[in-house]
Nanobody, 115 residues
């Protein structure tokens, strides 16, 4: 069982920055495909960014150029650096791990962008 714990959410003004972290249990973190998803009120959960075991990344069009996903396999942690935050980025952000066809989700962390 993979356990994921997100942290780093909070409230910021438009244009601000936050860095989310997701710490994973297990000794084979380097084999997990990792991703960040978000869900805004009244909307479906959507992919924000993902990073493969080889470090390849892809992003939702809405966050390209503003968000950066990275991973530190030595720390069993994946990060989401968010710059230029907009009110539309307000959502609960979830970390997800994929391993051998199984999905594992964190509990989520709230990000609120407002003036």
């Amino acid at each position: 069982q993979v356990q994921l714990v997100e942290s780093g959410g909070g409230s910021v003004q438009p244009g601000g920055s936050l860095t989310l972290s997701c710490a994973a249990s297990g000794r084979i973190f380097s084999l997990y495909e990792m991703g960040w998803h978000r869900q805004a009120p009244g909307k479906q959960r959507e992919l924000v960014a993902r990073i493969t075991t080889r470090g390849n990344t892809n992003y939702a069009n809405s966050v390209k150029g503003r968000f950066t996903i990275s991973r530190d396999n030595a720390k069993n942690t994946v990060y989401l650096q968010m710059n230029g935050l907009e009110p539309e980025d307000t959502a609960v952000y979830y970390c997800k791990a994929d391993f051998l066809g199984s999905e594992h989700w964190g509990q989520g962390t709230q990000v609120t962008v407002s003036s």
